[in-house]
């Protein structure tokens, strides 16, 4: 009978319960303590000064390199133009007659600062890198940023204080607005009145410091 019905199968005693879990083994259910774990902070952990210092320390080092990038940026905007302006003014009050000079002195400055960049031995007689641009091209600009200097300058010998000549130079929308215009270019009623409203307060500016400046005659 056996051999027509095949070997018989041997049920082995299995020693597993529900779960695949052996008899005699503890079954412990760390899903609720997993819960509320969060990764590097122990959840038994209370705060603490030690621990809101390691916080703030780590914190610190992760943003330094930002926060003096920043930093340094900021104070050489800062720190270069005050002191542009501080040093101007000491300027103009004990010569006022010294624009055509400032203009001079800028404009070599900065032919200083940037022919190193431009610099080339192998193209006498200027010994300056082929230009992309023509200078055809570059002369306009050229006289008109010179002009434009040279004329800021001269205004300080019309004993022009300093924040009123910072002020009168910022007046230049209303003359880009008209230039844009008779180009063809339209601009919004909001556009207009910012322009306006500065304006405005460009020509107040320069009448106070004008009134200010007036001595009551004896």
Known sequence: MSSIL??????????????????????INAARSLENVRPGIDPDAGFTV???????????????????SWGFTMGLIFGGCCSNVFALEAIVKEEP?????????????TTLFTWPAHFSASHPPFFLKPRAVPIARWVPNIILFFSVNLLNNLAFSYNISVPVHIILRSG?????????????RRYTRMQVFSVALLTVGIII??????????????
């Not at 410091?209 to 007036?214: A, C, G, H, L, P």
């Open 6 to 27: 095949g070997p018989r199968r041997r049920h082995l005693p299995t020693t597993s319960s529900t779960n695949g879990v052996p008899p005699g083994t503890k079954e």
């Open 172 to 184: 230049g929308s209303i003359t880009t607005m008209l230039v844009g215009f008779l180009w063809g």
């Open 205 to 218: 500016a320069a009448m106070a410091d004008s009134r200010s400046k007036v001595r009551p005659s004896l």
């Open 97 to 109: 007659d010294i624009g055509l000079l400032v203009t001079f002195t800028q404009f070599a400055l």
């Open 50 to 68: 030690s621990r809101a210092i390691g916080v703030a320390g780590a914190m610190l080092h992760a943003m330094l390199p930002a926060l003096l």
